[in-house]
């Protein structure tokens, strides 16, 4: 239960100087009757209202105390009727985790029970139902006293094999810094590992903390942590999830003179609780989520690097992420993604085969729970048009996008230089010369069209090569127009002519028919010269003769 108190009053004033002398701890079995130390005056007609908190109950006892079993079945029947808003947390004795807590509270004998930090201490256990009687009217003090305004959260997931994942966090609604100390105890409903005299399993006993630490959290903030928390580490291994729980409580740094018997007996250090809470380990069952999912860069050059990234988690503990590849020949690979920083998990390689690349991230978490992206792409080409010769080439772009010239590099001399560079270093003229398929014409063109071919001169042999862009490949050649056509190839593979669709018949049909040549003509860049070819090579440009107007498709 939570509460909302914007400030701390004075709790309750001792009614009688008590001399503080240390005795050690008896430790042994209290065989008289229910004990209630009421150390402090409570206020008559308290304005607070019953339910602040959620009380805290630490039981200490002994598999070996006589009077303890009343107790264990006193706590046991409070809590499971569940009409008080009460956690209980069983420190037994031949636990070796239990005895700091037992030096923390100078326990004197069992049983003991210390409400919320030592606010009300109940010894001894005389039968079950004065017991609860007891513990319900100590109960009820605790409920109503004045708490500092803190919100705490608790949850744990079961990873399976005795391990949780155990997240706690609390928030301050204080108008001030909130100073105290956090305790997160894992518990099992009804231990495997003690009984007690009456051979029944002690109840809520503890096993170790999760965390048991100081906190300082700023006015408006919250504290928050998690941990896993691993059974086999403290010989718990064989705990189960339907049998465990975690219990939290926050405990301010406000002392208080405490008695763990009759005062001035056993005083000890007393921090009362202003919050606790109970979570019940879940299975987790649901698959990890994946986000952010790029490669970089989406469009890269043959050879060098792509990085595939995504942000995977999970309310358990991913445990593998990988990148599915298919590739341009339809391989797939499953890749390994490491974890970077923060949630994100990447894949770096490079990759040679040009054209695009789907590709998928696939995890799953330490419960089995598996998910799968979407499916992402990314594409590798390579940037080279073609090479040039010192003379006249006959040119087009091996990819279906539109480029300026201004745009294309030219290599030369182990150098990369601009077009209007390499133009005015005398490498290449400055004149790409296109053909008007309707005027039957040459034409100046400062754009280079994919499907299209042009005339280029150069003075110096050179190669000419394109920006990254994304190519978009597909079957589509071009549109030509009833007479000579000067066409390439907008790909990066060679394709032989009988491969081509004419409007969608084959070559042979479409020659056969009437509707085009079939001689295409090509030029042989070094003995400057044209030639009959029947496959046509991405960067080439080629004359082609149509009786008709039609289109031109590459199969696929």
């Known amino acids: 239960m939570k509460h909302i108190l914007s400030k701390k009053v004075l709790i309750l004033a001792i009614t009688t100087l008590l001399i503080l002398v240390t005795i050690p701890s008896f430790s042994g079995e209290i065989g008289e009757a229910n004990k209630v130390l009421d150390l402090y005056d409570e206020p008559a007609n308290s304005p607070t209202p019953k339910g602040t908190h959620t009380v805290l109950a630490e039981y200490g006892t002994s598999t070996t105390c006589g009077y303890c079993k009343y107790a264990n079945q006193a706590l046991k029947n409070i809590y499971w009727d569940g009409t008080q808003d009460l956690c209980v947390v069983t420190f037994v004795a031949q636990n070796s985790y239990s005895s700091q807590r037992f030096t923390q509270y100078n326990l004197y004998g069992y049983p003991t029970v210390w409400f919320d930090g030592g606010y009300k201490v109940v010894i001894g256990a005389g039968s079950t139902a004065s017991a609860q009687a007891n513990y319900n009217t100590a109960i009820d003090q605790c409920e109503v006293y004045s708490v500092y305004d803190v919100d705490l959260q608790l949850s744990a997931n079961w990873l399976g094999s005795a391990t949780m994942e155990i997240s706690v966090s609390v928030q301050n609604n204080e108008a001030s810094t909130y100073d105290g100390h956090i305790r997160v105890y894992v518990i099992e409903k009804n231990s495997t590992f003690w009984t007690d005299t009456n051979s029944l399993p002690y109840g809520f006993a503890f096993l170790n903390y999760a965390f048991n630490q100081d906190i300082s959290i700023n006015t408006g903030n919250t504290w928050q942590d998690t941990t896993v928390w691993n059974g086999n580490d403290y010989g718990f291994g064989s705990i189960t999830q339907d049998n465990t729980m ?80 298919t590739y341009p020949d339809d391989t797939t690979a499953n890749e390994t993604m490491t974890l970077d920083t923060g949630d994100t998990y990447t894949y770096d390689s490079t990759f040679s085969t040009t054209g695009v690349y789907n590709y998928h991230i696939w995890t799953d978490d330490v419960n089995g729970n598996q998910n799968n992206s979407d499916v992402f792409t990314f594409e590798i080409m390579d940037p080279h048009i073609t090479d040039l010769s010192s003379n006249w080439n006959f040119v087009a772009l091996p990819l279906n996008q539109s480029i300026s010239k201004t745009d294309i590099i030219v290599k030369y001399d182990s150098g990369d230089h601009s077009w209007v560079d390499a133009v005015s270093d005398g490498y290449v003229s400055d004149f790409f010369f296109g053909w008007d398929r309707l005027g039957q014409s040459y034409t100046f063109n400062n754009t280079l069209e994919p499907g299209n071919g042009y005339w280029v001169y150069a003075y110096n042999p050179c190669e000419l090569w394109i920006p990254l862009m994304n190519t978009n490949c597909d079957n589509y050649i071009t549109d030509i127009e009833q007479n000579w056509n000067i066409i390439g190839i907008p790909d990066d593979e060679n394709i032989n002519k009988v491969d081509i669709l004419i409007d969608g018949i084959t070559w042979d049909d479409a ?38 107007d039609c289109s031109l498709l590459r199969t696929i």
């Open 246 to 325: 975690v219990v939290a409580a926050v405990f301010n740094d406000d002392w208080h003179q405490g008695y763990s018997y009759n005062p001035p007996s056993n005083p000890f250090d007393a921090y009362y609780v202003d919050e606790s809470t109970v979570a019940i380990p879940v299975l987790d069952n649901e698959p990890p989520d994946i986000s952010n999912i790029e490669a970089t860069p989406s469009v890269q050059k043959s050879g060098d690097y792509v990085n595939i990234s995504a942000d995977v988690t999970d309310d358990s503990d991913v445990d593998q992420v990988k990148a599915v590849i």
């Open 511 to 548: 020659v056969t028919g009437g509707i085009v040549s079939d001689f295409i003509f090509g030029w042989d860049r070094l003995g400057q010269s044209y030639n009959f070819y029947s496959i046509l090579e991405p960067g080439y440009a080629y004359w082609i003769f149509a009786y008709y």
